[in-house]
């Protein structure tokens, strides 16, 4: 399980650490019941009801490969028909970064294309995530684009991967540029843009969807907020102080250090590419983007469908993703209870191997592209 707590190592520093504890595997039925679309409370194993055999096999036969992940798509010798996508894959294809942290276009098997769908990989993460489920969409006749985001996939002079380049405490317009960035590179394509963002990157998604033309949004447990409580005022606190101090007191959080644990086991045990090391400078801009796209898409239209867990309660704030579906229409929040064993990174078997339970994940996402009708177990 993953947990974001506060501890202090020493008398003068901080510690924020974000680790994973092994959790038996308790699988989840996904026979056909009842299923409402909204109910007022939550209902413990509630199957989703779109869930069929042959989603079950695909999801199942992802764990075919043993190698580490990598998302594979088009080079970009293949992508002149749209020139902003291949500018991006060029770019990444000749930058010294992880095989597994970088933009790639997965190309729709099918024409003509449904749409184009932008997918956004964790926070610390990588675009490998998307391995399988970008292909799967590619199937279903989307384009799918899944950018790098910013800093993520660099490495030192020796290879090590380095969170020197993530947005600091008053970068937070890195995120708003990468952004809309993104959205002209698909928007180019001039077909509906849907978006799939996990953790930071469902930050991300909600901010497009509420401040540009996007058909959907699909939020992975996004990170809008800490889950856990000290850090989440600790946040709070240091934009208080940067208001007094004309932005002087958050300049303090660099000399923090933040240490994902999990991730870094990860990286011993089958290769992770991504980031464990930061700074809590970083986890402010982040969390403060978060809060701000809250706010920016209070108003928008575009449907918004959240999938949460209470697995790991310290990751993400619970109550930021009630306040995103409580302040708009046509918005949806399914959450996995504890027991359930959904972890916060939900898309990749490597990081949840829950085959039962990741089907419906999937069969959740293929729905809501498809149909844009959102779906909640509990109250927002």
């Known amino acids: 399980m993953n947990t974001l707590s506060i501890t202090t190592p020493t008398k003068n520093s901080l510690q924020l650490n974000l680790e994973r504890s092994e959790t038996p595997t308790r699988t989840i039925p996904f026979s056909v019941d009842g299923f409402e679309r909204t109910s007022p409370r939550l209902r413990t194993f509630e199957p989703v009801p779109f869930v069929t055999p042959k989603i079950y096999s695909v999801v199942q036969s992802e764990k075919d490969s043993a190698a580490t992940p990598v998302l594979r798509g088009a080079h970009s010798a293949e992508l002149d028909a749209y020139p902003a996508i291949k500018a991006a894959v060029q770019n990444d294809e000749h930058a010294n970064l992880q095989t597994g942290n970088k933009t790639t276009f997965v190309p729709a098997t099918t024409t003509p294309a449904k749409g184009i769908v932008v997918g956004l990989h964790g926070w610390s993460a990588g675009t490998w995530q998307f391995e399988h ?217 490597r990081e949840f191997e829950n085959d039962e339970a990741r089907t419906q994940v999937r069969a959740l996402t293929f729905d809501f592209i498809e149909s844009s009708e959102v779906h909640s177990n509990q109250r927002g």
Do not use: C
């Open 133 to 349: 489920l970008a292909t799967q969409l590619a199937d279903q006749g989307y384009h799918v684009y899944v950018p790098r985001l910013p800093g993520h996939g660099v490495v030192d002079d020796n290879g090590d991967p380095t969170s020197r380049d993530f947005p600091r405490n008053n970068e937070l317009g890195r995120y708003t540029e990468f952004a809309d960035k993104v959205y002209s590179d698909a928007a180019s394509l001039g077909l509906p843009i849907h978006t799939l963002g996990l953790s930071g990157g469902g930050a991300i998604a909600l901010d497009l969807a509420g401040r540009h033309e996007v058909a959907s949004a699909m939020l992975y447990d996004p990170f809008l907020s800490p889950g856990d409580a000290t850090a989440d005022t600790l946040m709070t606190v240091f934009k208080w102080l940067d208001v007094l101090t004309f932005g002087v007191a958050s300049l303090l959080l660099r000399l923090l250090p933040v240490v994902f644990e999990g991730p870094k086991k990860d990286i011993a045990k089958w290769g992770r590419h991504g980031h464990v090391n930061f700074n809590a400078a970083q986890i402010f801009t982040l969390t403060h983007y978060g809060r701000q796209a809250i706010q920016n898409a209070k108003n928008t239209s575009t449907p918004i469908q959240i999938i949460g867990t209470d697995f790991e309660p310290g990751v993400v704030s619970r109550q930021r993703l009630k306040d995103v579906v409580s302040t708009g229409d046509h918005r949806g929040l399914y959450t996995f209870d504890k027991e359930s064993n959904v972890p916060h990174a939900m898309i990749h078997w």
